[in-house]
């Protein structure tokens, strides 16, 4: 059994090698040690925060250089390189496992599948339940994958709290702009609701609207309101 430690870049605001200090002193207390140590680029805040912004709608940042140069940095790259270093019942050591709940929706599936399909042990500084995992008995492994699915199981509903935070937030801000009398709601696309129309005007069906345009039905149903 080996530790894999991951460093996320942007953990409890604590610089790396406090980190690493913390994560070998538990390491020692086990009668163990560190086997590697993985740590994510830093990316500037303003870049991070777009990084974020554009992956969500689905768009890449090219890196600087041209398509040619080596693929931008993501949330997350050096821990899945350490998922694919590790050995199975290896220990990945991070220090809070609400750090997993940062990973988009695509990422985090696949890192659940490679967690249990390679069986490797999710141990959290945080999770003081996870630490029986940093045992090399033959015994520990039924356990040891169950803990590990409690874990996973963990980080999901993590996930789901935050983001029923960030849309509670969202609602409450629109209310109080609605309150002020400054909310605006999305700005219409007038270029998509005049070529909405035209089509429309010219035969086409809702269904073929939508195909030709990329438009949802209700988007439709707003340009032909806006039309009266």
């Known amino acids: 059994m080996l530790i894999h430690a991951y460093l996320h870049r942007t953990v409890s605001g604590k610089n790396h090698s406090d980190l690493e200090n913390a994560f070998a002193t538990f390491a020692l207390r ?10 994510d680029r830093e990316i ?8 974020r912004l554009l992956r969500d709608k689905g768009v890449a940042i090219a890196p600087r250089g041209g398509p040619e140069s080596r ?26 496992a609400g750090i997993l ?17 390679r069986k490797i042990r999710i141990v959290a500084l945080d999770v003081e339940s996870s630490w029986v995992m940093v045992s090399s008995e033959s015994a520990m492994a039924p356990m040891a994958e169950r803990l590990t699915g409690m874990m996973l199981d963990m980080v999901d509903a993590l996930a789901l709290r935050a983001s029923r935070e960030t849309r509670k937030r969202h609602l409450e801000g629109i209310a109080r702009a ?51």
């Open 178 to 228: 609605k309150a002020q009398g400054k909310y605006r709601g999305r700005p219409v696309d007038r270029k998509k609701h005049r070529q909405i129309l035209a089509m429309l005007n010219e035969g086409y069906s809702w269904s073929e609207v939508c195909a030709e345009t990329g438009a949802s039905r209700s988007t439709i149903a707003r340009a032909v309101k806006s039309k009266d």
């Open 71 to 96: 693929t931008a940095p993501e949330p997350g790259d050096e821990l899945f390189r350490l998922l694919g270093q590790a050995r199975p019942n290896d220990v990945l050591l991070i220090e809070s």
């Open 30 to 39: 086990k009668g163990q040690r560190i086997h590697a140590y993985y740590r």
């Open 44 to 51: 500037p805040p303003a870049r991070s925060s777009l990084f």
């Open 101 to 117: 709940s940062g990973l988009s929706d695509n990422r985090w599936k696949d890192f659940r599948h490679r967690i249990r399909q």
